[in-house]
């Protein structure tokens, strides 16, 4: 007989937990190998896009607490390094704009998708920001494209975004 574990979901210590570990671990990272500061952000900012984008795919939903870790890392790098207010201000913008698309149209984008996007685009260049845009929208229209043909119609017709989020950032991050 096979013992079920406990499937009680505890969402609140998840997303405490998360964004912790991730502020620590970014925090050890700085102070202990400086020199490689921009390269471990990114490397921990891509663990927790390859996890949202599992999620995504698998559970349809972005976890939360991945968008609150990489909001922590990205204000600690904001204020210790490299604060770019064109960053925050696109960030702002692009956030205000996709919320108005989703309370217009909710089949068009997500909630999960819409933090996950503005919180990658903190973390870019304003250079970056345009080309990881367009990338990403780029991705989701090329994942889209066959899912409607297959199905025969473009209603009902779900892209999980995580994935293309992901694969821009990671694009352009290396």
């Known amino acids: ?14 997303v405490l937990t998360v964004p912790a570990l991730a502020v620590v671990l970014y925090m050890t990272a700085r102070f202990l190998l400086p020199e490689a500061e921009d390269v471990i952000r990114k490397l921990i900012i891509a663990v927790l896009l390859v ?3 599992v999620h995504d795919i698998f559970v349809k939903k972005i976890p939360v607490y991945v968008c609150i870790a990489i909001l922590f890392i990205n204000v ?5 390094d490299c604060f770019i207010p064109a ?3 696109f960030s702002a913008v692009s956030f205000l704009l ?3 698309v989703y309370f217009i149209n909710r089949d068009l984008i997500g909630l999960g998708d819409i933090l996950l996007l503005t919180v990658c685009i903190q973390s ?3 250079v970056g920001i345009m080309k990881f845009l367009f990338l990403a929208f780029t991705f989701s229209f090329l994942l889209g494209v066959p899912k409607c043909i297959r199905k025969g119609s473009m209603k009902k017709v779900s892209v999980p975004m995580a994935p293309c989020i992901a694969s821009a950032f990671l694009l352009l991050a290396w």
């Not at 007989?1 to 009680?8: A, L, P, Q, R, T």
Request: charged content about 15%; cysteine-free; hydrophobic content about 40%.
């Open 1 to 14: 007989m096979v013992k079920k574990v406990n499937d009680k979901k505890n969402p609140v210590g998840t």
């Open 98 to 100: 996709l919320i108005a």
């Open 51 to 53: 996890t949202a984008s």
């Open 76 to 80: 600690i790098y904001s204020l210790t």
């Open 87 to 89: 960053s925050w201000v």
């Open 124 to 126: 870019m260049s304003p």
